[in-house]
């Protein structure tokens, strides 16, 4: 739950909520809990709900949102609504006093709903879920030094596959590529516990960007086609359903 990354990372939150003596309430709560959890993070807030959804769409960086529902001129679930379409992943928790409206905030998924009569009880477990989903998608660092002496770190779950260039291991991530002087057979042995998969004797691949196994090659979500070592569909496709298993 807790690691490295996590302990030298300021994660940023807001709180948004239209009256200003809750609002300052719930930052000192909230502030509290994740200090007492040794979770450094820092608060902005706003009791104007376009005002900040302009912000956002200027720049929007923050790890967790705390939402009020009611707000004048524009209400939580709409402005939630407006957040996924900007980044769909985000922590949104919801904290309303109207219980009447969690059925409604279903269809922009909210990590949490809390009601605010019952926050401070709800505090130490809501922060705890945060922190464990914070943990969950913390990046998992891949840290190489090549021949040359330089040191490489990439998040694991941004590299698409790994190929070997002779002297050299090309390896593609969903922003970017990058060549190093490197072993292929030491990059598939650091690759290997985090489900990447020899597809041919050239290329590693990571199985979360697997779309499709056909008999000739690996298609993957970007459209982008690999070879594969010759008759080993079946095994690969086998080795693919049981990383897809729950």
Same mark, same amino acid.
């Given at each position: 739950m807790y690691n490295e990354y996590m302990e030298k990372h300021m994660y940023q939150a807001v709180i948004v909520d239209d009256e200003k003596e809750i609002l300052e309430a719930t930052k000192k709560l909230l502030s509290d809990t994740f200090n007492q959890k040794n979770v450094p993070v820092a608060f902005d807030f706003y009791t104007d709900s376009e005002a900040f959804l302009s912000m956002l769409e200027q720049h929007f960086h923050y790890d967790m949102l705390f939402l009020d529902i009611e707000m004048p001129g524009l209400d939580g679930i709409t402005l939630c609504r407006r957040i996924r379409q900007i980044a769909p992943d985000a922590l949104v928790i919801f904290i309303s006093n109207k219980e009447e409206l969690v059925f409604q905030t279903f269809e922009v998924q909210p990590f949490r709903f809390i009601r605010k009569s019952?926050?401070?009880?709800?505090?130490?477990?809501?922060?705890?879920?945060?922190? !464990?989903?914070?943990?969950?998608?913390?990046?998992?660092? /891949?840290? *190489?030094?090549?021949? %040359?002496? $330089?040191? &490489?770190?990439?998040?694991?779950?941004?590299?698409?596959?790994?190929?070997?260039?002779?002297?050299?291991?090309?390896?593609?991530?969903?922003?970017?590529?990058?060549?190093?002087?490197?072993?292929?057979?030491?990059?598939?042995?650091?690759?290997?516990?985090?489900?990447?998969?020899?597809?041919?004797?050239?290329?590693?691949?990571?199985?979360?960007?697997?779309?499709?196994?056909?008999? !000739?090659?690996?298609?993957?979500?970007?459209?982008?086609? /690999?070879? *594969?070592?010759?008759? %080993?569909? $079946?095994? &690969?496709?086998?080795?693919?359903?049981?990383?897809?298993?729950?």
């Open positions: 019952e926050l401070k009880e709800l505090c130490p477990s809501l922060v705890e879920a945060v922190i !464990t989903e914070l943990g969950r998608r913390a990046p998992k660092l /891949l840290r *190489i030094t090549d021949a %040359s002496g $330089d040191m &490489l770190s990439i998040d694991l779950r941004t590299i698409l596959y790994a190929e070997a260039q002779r002297k050299e291991c090309r390896i593609v991530t969903t922003g970017r590529e990058e060549i190093i002087r490197y072993k292929f057979m030491d990059l598939e042995r650091e690759l290997a516990p985090h489900h990447f998969i020899k597809t041919h004797r050239s290329f590693l691949v990571n199985m979360a960007y697997i779309s499709r196994i056909t008999k !000739t090659g690996v298609i993957l979500t970007n459209g982008e086609e /690999l070879p *594969i070592s010759r008759g %080993s569909s $079946d095994d &690969l496709k086998q080795q693919f359903i049981t990383y897809s298993m729950p």
